[in-house]
């Protein structure tokens, strides 16, 4: 079972809660729970989570590592026939992960340190926008899917092309035959409202605050990391390293985090939109108390009757 969605959308409650109904394990597909020191802030499942199912990938790699999409894919798929009797459930939000399990990718060729050091020095040079426009002059195709603040990808997709001279759309399709055959996949898009969602994202970070975050981050930089490598970068590292290096106060810095995660569930929607357009659609937050009980118990029972006809 595949469960996919935007950040702060109930998607890992409702993993959780469908693990206990059916017997399941929960396997992260989420790029920045994988890692190690950052549980709270990359909402990583707690002790009570961790008590009514078991859970696989989550904080398990360390932040010094750089985690590929066919990595967690050979991680995934180990974790999936591992599971027994169980029902392997897939949560995150990282589409290229989901992606990758579901349909297969081609592994492309390593970046050389001078591409990732030319793409770093242009991005510096040029800003988003700049690069962005330089990107479309070689790929159009990528660069219209991605946005000029999407700093990450767009590094990623201009390394790809300048490295191997070829798209990195193009090394997506050519994944059809790397695809794991002896697998079916039910899935599910958790899309509740806009605003909702994006309160959601506030409330959460807000709470993650009084939670500890600042203080957790606060022991991720005296790690030492290579501020490129990608755990440095996920939500709310950036602004509050910002701000105990003096350079926000924490007011502004815990509101560019909110905004920030705002744009990251608006393009994870769009993404999921526009990828998984045949799954389930689900909105776990339309009716808070007897709705998601009814929710629940409608897919559990969906769930059954797949599995008893599937064997």
């Known amino acids: 079972m595949v469960i996919g969605g935007p950040t ?37 499942p707690g002790p009570g989570d961790l008590t009514q199912a078991p859970h696989r990938l989550y904080g398990t790699v360390a932040p010094t590592q750089r985690m590929s999409a066919a990595h967690w894919r050979d991680l995934a798929l180990a974790e999936i026939r591992g599971c027994g009797d169980r029902l392997p459930i897939l949560v995150g939000g990282t589409g290229l992960y989901l992606r ?10 390593v970046i050389p340190d001078d591409v990732r050091a030319a793409a770093k020095a242009l991005h510096a040079h040029l800003g988003g926008p700049g690069l962005h426009q330089d990107l479309a002059a070689r790929d159009p195709e990528g660069a219209a899917r991605l946005a000029p603040g999407d ?3 767009l590094v990623r997709a201009w390394e790809v092309v300048v490295a191997t001279g070829r798209p990195l759309g193009d090394w997506h399709r050519v994944a059809a035959d790397t695809g794991p055959a002896d697998l079916s996949f039910h899935t599910l898009v958790v899309e509740p409202p806009r605003d909702r969602l994006y309160a959601n994202g506030d409330a959460r970070f807000v709470a993650m605050m009084g939670q500890g975050a600042l203080e957790e981050v606060r022991a991720f930089l005296d790690l030492g990391l290579d ?69 629940i118990e409608s897919l559990s029972s969906e769930i059954f009757a797949i599995i008893r006809k599937t064997g």
Request: proline fraction near 7%; aromatic fraction near 4%.
């Open 100 to 109: 990758t399990l579901m349909h297969g990718i081609a592994e492309v060729p």
């Open 227 to 295: 501020p490129d490598l990608p755990a440095m970068k996920a939500l709310g590292v950036p602004e509050l390293a910002a701000h105990i290096a003096g350079h926000l106060p924490l007011i502004e810095a815990v509101a560019l985090a909110q905004r920030h995660t705002r744009n990251y569930a608006k393009r994870q929607s769009t993404w999921f939109r526009n990828q998984m357009p045949d799954a389930v659609r689900v909105d776990p937050g339309a009716d808070p108390h007897s709705g998601y009980e009814k929710l």
């Open 151 to 153: 700093t990450q990808r």
């Open 8 to 44: 702060a959308s109930g998607k890992s409650r409702l993993a959780l809660d469908l693990a206990v109904r059916l017997g399941g394990t929960v396997i992260n597909a989420d790029s920045m729970q994988v890692y190690q020191g950052l549980a709270l802030l990359t909402a990583q």
